[in-house]
């Protein structure tokens, strides 16, 4: 970590009067040396747009501009460790920081700030704070702050009080998915290349974004300019130009050579996040340029896309692109496919969508509606997740399939074959699962892995043995599903090699707060099947202890009146259903989430005979929803 960082403003542009006026701006530095005397309008707006020392006026921020110490932070270098207490504030002015500590890790950006207690007398040992990538921190230790509220001592209550909050803010870190990132790396995987039609395709998809490259580069700079070494005089000159590049765009898409050169390493250092793009058909084996991440430090979260022939029916071979890989999400891209490549530019953008399927027996065909609904109308969903029957849909939705394939697969599987509760003797459960078993595995959708689907997806089973939910995020996919769909009771458990799993329901009925995490900020859509379903009769009053040959026998006469009592099979997928629903409000509570309860019918939970009648009302009941929240779901 190094004092040496250049000046924060391109007087050139500032005399031309073209100062900068966007909040948050990250500073320039577009000299080599540090005047620390009197700074420009860009810094001056820069200092004002942030969020701790935006209620100072002009005359505190030049004194508190002089107060800084500029630091220039290369990529995976500690600003601050567990091992000392911090004493001094750090203002991100340009690059990306990470802090982390017991409680988890936060990311960093342009314009906020870390460690606000050393100026209040109540910093605490034991966060560390590293750069993700080239940074430039200003510094403002305890004499500086003290000099500033003696030059300036109306503004410091405001101040103070920022900085409580800023505090108070850093001490409340909560591990998840990265924000959203501002530069974006594309390296070849493998030993091809990064496609051009990816390339623009990213680019045009992110919106207000620009591809860098080193032909670019040497275009703006001059022939070599984009290989020069951090150690070079030149490297100012290049820095500050990328610098002005990220300042002009929203994102900055750094397209890495072919080989480990010194520009592919600067895209290391310069990106927020790597995306790593290769031919779905090639040799998995790391290519020249992978090597490149293992030596350029910081840590970075990683993207794979493959990119699959056009009229690909379905990936294959995803395992052997994602061993030995740290990736922390992988995308499948049909070749010149905007839709595809638009999903990947949403998860890079922090506004991916995710939809989510409660369990509910049969209640699920309604599923089948609401997915056709937002098909038809346009809303983009980028990854599907769901519990129980919510599972199936969920992965039909995942495979690829239009609306009226999902429709006739879910009716050959749970209706056209009869009941999906084949019974047997009733040791373990109802049903032995061989019939759902065999209708999952030879499902086509449902054949390869998880990872080959086409969208990303999970879903929930919960473990008898330890008590917790399973996320199934990889792995054969009917076998997921198998363990999600395992109705205590009604289907045997499902032994995974080292636990017993049941139905996901058990445990998360609406997993929403999993798809949060696959998703981060972006918008869900959840589909409830807790509805009402219609006014129903109550049952007929029956003695605590109720005889089962007395109610067959109700069934088989027809000279008795039939006995009026719950089915087993239902009282077990509404108990299970009853000891989430507090649980799914809590969750719903603190995400944001579009939530749709369809219409659900009044049959057995599990007469899959009646799911088909729940697709059309729940097609109409989810156009009407989507044009009341028109403006919470725009296309």
């Known amino acids: 970590m190094t004092a040496d960082a250049p000046e924060f403003f391109d007087r050139e542009r500032i005399a031309a009067g073209q100062g900068s006026t966007r909040r948050r701006r990250p500073l320039l530095l577009l000299t080599e040396s540090w005047s620390g005397t009197e700074p420009g309008s860009e810094v001056l707006d820069f200092l004002a747009g942030t969020e701790v020392f935006g209620g100072l006026d002009r005359a505190a921020l030049r004194e508190l501009f002089v107060a800084f110490d500029p630091v220039h932070v290369a990529a995976g270098e500690v600003v601050e460790d567990t091992g000392r207490t911090p004493d001094a504030l750090h203002l991100l ?56 509220v003696r030059a300036q001592p109306a503004q410091m209550l405001g101040l103070c009080r920022a900085l409580v909050r800023a505090e108070a803010g850093g001490t409340t870190v909560a591990s998840g998915p990265a924000s959203a990132c501002t530069t974006i790396a594309l390296l070849p995987a493998g030993s091809g290349h990064v496609p051009h039609e990816v390339v623009a395709g990213l680019v045009a998809a992110l919106g207000g974004a620009v591809e860098v490259s080193s032909v670019s580069t040497d275009a703006a700079l001059g022939a070599g300019a984009s290989g020069t070494e951090r150690a070079d005089p030149r490297n100012g000159r290049l820095l500050a130009w990328l610098q002005r590049v990220e300042a002009d765009h929203r994102f900055v898409v750094y397209r890495a050579d072919e080989g480990d050169t010194a520009w592919t390493r600067r895209c290391l250092r310069q990106a927020d996040r790597v995306v790593l793009v290769a031919t779905a058909g090639d040799d998995p084996d790391q290519g020249p ?44 891209v049909r070749d010149r496919s905007p839709a595809d490549l638009a999903r990947v530019a949403r998860f890079l953008s922090g506004t991916a969508r995710g939809l989510v399927l409660a369990g509910g027996g049969m209640r699920g065909f309604a599923h089948l509606g609401v997915m056709q609904a937002l098909d038809e109308v346009g809303i983009p969903i980028d990854a599907v997740g769901g519990a129980s029957i919510g599972s199936i849909m969920a992965g039909f939705y995942a495979a690829g399939l239009e609306h009226e394939q999902r429709v006739h697969r879910a009716r050959r599987a749970m209706v056209d074959q009869g009941s999906m509760v084949g019974f047997t003797l009733p040791l373990v459960a109802v049903s032995s699962g061989r019939k759902v078993t065999r209708l999952l595995r030879e499902e086509p959708s449902f054949a390869g892995t998880i990872e080959d ?81 219609g006014r129903r ?23 008795t009146p039939r006995m009026r009592v719950p089915r087993l099979a239902d009282v077990l997928v509404r108990s299970m259903s009853l000891s989430t629903a507090r649980l799914q409000r809590d969750r719903l509570g603190s995400h944001s989430v579009e939530l749709l309860t369809p219409p659900v019918g009044r049959s057995g939970l599990l007469d899959f005979a009646a799911g088909p009648s729940l697709v059309e009302p729940a097609y109409r009941y989810t156009l009407e929803a989507l044009e009341r929240s028109a403006d919470r779901m725009p296309v």
């Open 93 to 148: 002015a340009y690059g990306r920081l990470v802090v982390t500590s017991a409680a988890g890790t936060r990311e960093i950006g342009p314009g906020q700030v870390v460690g606000a207690g050393a100026l209040l007398g109540d910093a605490l040992v034991g966060s560390e704070v590293r750069a993700v990538r080239d940074s430039l921190v200003l510094r403002l230790g305890v004499a500086g702050f003290e000099r500033v």
């Open 289 to 332: 340029a992978e090597r490149a991440l293992a030596e350029v430090p910081g840590e970075r979260r990683c993207d794979l896309v493959l990119v699959h022939p056009a009229g690909t029916a379905a990936p294959t071979g995803t395992a052997a692109w994602l061993a030995g890989r740290a990736v922390t999400r992988h995308h499948h």
């Open 453 to 533: 689907l086409w969208l990303p997806y999970f879903c929930v089973s919960a473990s008898l043995s330890r008590a917790q939910e399973v996320v199934h995020e990889t792995g054969p996919t009917w076998r997921a599903i198998r363990a999600s769909i395992a109705i205590p009771g009604v289907y045997p458990p499902v032994h995974d090699g080292t636990q017993l799993l049941v139905d996901g329901g058990v445990m998360n009925n609406l997993p929403i707060d999993v798809m949060a995490g696959v998703v981060g900020d972006g918008p869900i859509v959840a589909v409830n099947l807790q509805g009402p379903g």
């Open 537 to 559: 009769r109550p049952p007929e009053a029956f003695e605590p202890a109720l005889s089962g040959w007395r109610v067959l026998a109700s069934r088989l006469n027809p000279f």
